[in-house]
């Protein structure tokens, strides 16, 4: 049987770049800036002003840890300040506040976002004196309530850095938010490394442009911040003109994917619990909450036993991780340690058919039947799947 890999990552084709690579030839600029890396900003800052239905500003970066570092520092003007942020959440979120400085205080989430809210935010700013920053992060691509967070801004004057790394197409920018996006290849729109910055206020993404050019204030001249190398390069910038250029294709070709995987898995597991979000959002992982008496672990070897991937993304919380223990925790992470036990990625790329999600299901539903007595008790489960069926990216 085709095993089925969790992941495939969905770049622009060879034949896709080399328009951009002649063009790279042909200016001699390979970096600093240059005319894709300014092409590449423009399109996407058109992009997030629609969905946001106001203008923005957005500057690259190389990644999103360096972009989440950068716009805190330039949203911040104390050092060695306190920064709430959700425990459940890729390390890259916790190192941009160490590495820009500050102290990342953690906090649990909501049980049916996943997320970080502003109530939770504002119990813990009660709890612990001295948070300066939020940085609440866009679990699995759930776009964050950027209306919610800029009350929380307005109502207490500490500003807000939204980690959407895998959000493009779902996160709105606030009206004081700064929001950070990864490029990343796993992501919906890759570039390979990459990622942008983007907020309303100009100034602060100016100042993120500055300390990603190690603060200078104009081309060789004075440096005003003390700020690292955390540009993209013009061949990022190419992959991701070409990947922009896909987007129609590949965001109608995730939504389906997720439209079919909804489905299947409430036609066959009632169960299992997708992440409370938008419908319509554009997603790169499928990540289910099994029931209270399934363990991830168990479930992810019985697939493994089927040739399924699985993947336990963002599992332990930040706060389990041997370099994190001495953070300072907001509140006991009750949600947070049951999710822990109980997340887990599924098969998510459109190079999945129908068939392939019908074989996840029925996995699924086997290991469901046999109530989680693991991989020997499952052993005799009736395997059902097919291996018929045109890849999602197809399917009209
Ligand atoms: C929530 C979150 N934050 C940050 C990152 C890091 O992004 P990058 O690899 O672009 O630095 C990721 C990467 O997957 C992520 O999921």
Same mark, same amino acid.
């Given at each position: 049987?085709?095993?089925?890999?969790?992941?495939?990552?969905?770049?622009?084709?060879?034949?896709?770049?080399?328009?951009?690579?002649?063009?790279?030839?042909?200016?001699?600029?390979?970096?600093?800036?240059?005319?894709?890396?300014?092409?590449?900003?423009?399109?996407?800052?058109?992009?997030?002003?629609?969905?946001?239905?106001?203008?923005?500003?957005?500057?690259?970066?190389?990644?999103?840890?360096?972009?989440?570092?950068?716009?805190?520092?330039?949203?911040?003007?104390?050092?060695?300040?306190?920064?709430?942020?959700?425990?459940?959440?890729?390390?890259?979120?916790?190192?941009?506040?160490?590495?820009?400085?500050?102290?990342?205080?953690?906090?649990?989430?909501?049980?049916?976002?996943?997320?970080?809210?502003?109530?939770?935010?504002?119990?813990?700013?009660?709890?612990?004196?001295?948070?300066?920053?939020?940085?609440?992060?866009?679990?699995?691509?759930?776009?964050?309530?950027?209306?919610?967070?800029?009350?929380?801004?307005?109502?207490?004057?500490?500003?807000?850095?939204?980690?959407?790394?895998?959000?493009?197409?779902?996160?709105?920018?606030?009206?004081?938010?700064?929001?950070?996006?990864?490029?990343?290849?796993?992501?919906?729109?890759? @570039?390979?490394? +990459?990622?942008?910055?983007?907020? %309303?206020?100009? &100034? !602060?993404? #100016?100042?993120? /442009? =500055? *300390?990603?050019?190690?603060?200078?204030?104009?081309?060789?001249?004075?440096?005003?911040?003390?700020?690292?190398?955390?540009?993209?390069?013009?061949?990022? @910038?190419?992959? +991701?003109?070409?990947?922009?250029? %896909?987007?129609? &294709? !590949?965001? #109608?070709?995730? /939504? =389906? *994917?997720?439209?079919?995987?909804?489905?299947?898995?409430?036609?066959?597991?009632?169960?299992?619990?997708?992440?409370?979000?938008?419908?319509?959002?554009?997603?790169?992982? +499928?990540?289910?909450?099994?029931?209270?008496?399934?363990?991830?672990?168990?479930?992810?070897?019985? *697939?493994?036993?089927?040739?399924?991937?699985?993947?336990?993304?963002?599992?332990?919380?930040?706060?389990?991780?041997?370099?994190?223990?001495?953070?300072?925790?907001?509140?006991?992470?009750?949600?947070?340690?049951?999710?822990?036990?109980?997340?887990?990625?599924?098969?998510?790329?459109?190079?999945?058919?129908?068939?392939?999600?019908?074989?996840?299901?029925?996995?699924?539903?086997?290991?469901?039947?046999?109530?989680?007595?693991?991989?020997?008790?499952?052993?005799?489960?009736?395997?059902?799947?097919?291996?018929?069926?045109?890849?999602?990216?197809?399917?009209?």
């Amino acid at each position: 049987m085709n095993p089925i890999p969790v992941l495939k990552p969905d770049m622009p084709s060879v034949e896709d770049l080399l328009p951009y690579l002649r063009r790279i030839d042909e200016a001699q600029q390979y970096a600093n800036f240059g005319p894709l890396c300014l092409e590449l900003e423009k399109r996407l800052s058109a992009d997030c002003a629609a969905l946001s239905e106001q203008p923005v500003a957005l500057t690259t970066v190389a990644n999103c840890t360096v972009g989440l570092q950068l716009a805190l520092m330039a949203s911040v003007d104390r050092p060695r300040v306190k920064v709430l942020v959700p425990s459940l959440t890729f390390p890259g979120t916790v190192s941009g506040i160490l590495q820009a400085g500050f102290e990342p205080v953690l906090a649990d989430v909501d049980p049916s976002r996943w997320v970080l809210t502003p109530e939770i935010a504002r119990a813990a700013m009660n709890r612990v004196r001295g948070i300066r920053a939020i940085m609440p992060v866009a679990a699995f691509g759930g776009a964050l309530d950027a209306d919610a967070w800029d009350q929380l801004t307005e109502d207490t004057g500490v500003p807000v850095v939204i980690d959407a790394a895998g959000a493009f197409g779902n996160q709105c920018i606030g009206r004081h938010t700064v929001v950070a996006y990864s490029m990343h290849a796993t992501k919906a729109l890759g @570039a390979g490394e +990459g990622g942008f910055v983007v907020a %309303r206020d100009a &100034e !602060i993404v #100016a100042r993120v /442009r =500055r *300390l990603s050019n190690f603060g200078y204030m104009s081309a060789g001249g004075l440096i005003s911040d003390i700020g690292v190398n955390g540009k993209m390069s013009e061949y990022a @910038a190419a992959v +991701g003109l070409a990947a922009l250029d %896909r987007w129609p &294709e !590949i965001s #109608a070709a995730r /939504r =389906r *994917l997720m439209t079919a995987y909804r489905q299947a898995l409430t036609d066959t597991c009632p169960e299992i619990v997708l992440q409370e979000r938008a419908a319509g959002g554009v997603y790169s992982l +499928g990540v289910v909450r099994l029931p209270d008496r399934l363990r991830a672990e168990t479930v992810a070897e019985f *697939l493994a036993s089927r040739g399924i991937g699985s993947r336990r993304w963002y599992c332990p919380g930040i706060y389990a991780h041997p370099a994190f223990l001495a953070l300072t925790q907001a509140d006991d992470h009750v949600v947070v340690k049951h999710l822990d036990q109980h997340l887990l990625g599924l098969p998510f790329h459109l190079q999945m058919s129908l068939a392939d999600i019908e074989r996840v299901t029925a996995a699924l539903q086997a290991i469901l039947a046999l109530g989680g007595r693991g991989r020997a008790g499952v052993a005799k489960a009736t395997r059902s799947s097919s291996s018929r069926g045109a890849h999602l990216r197809a399917v009209g």
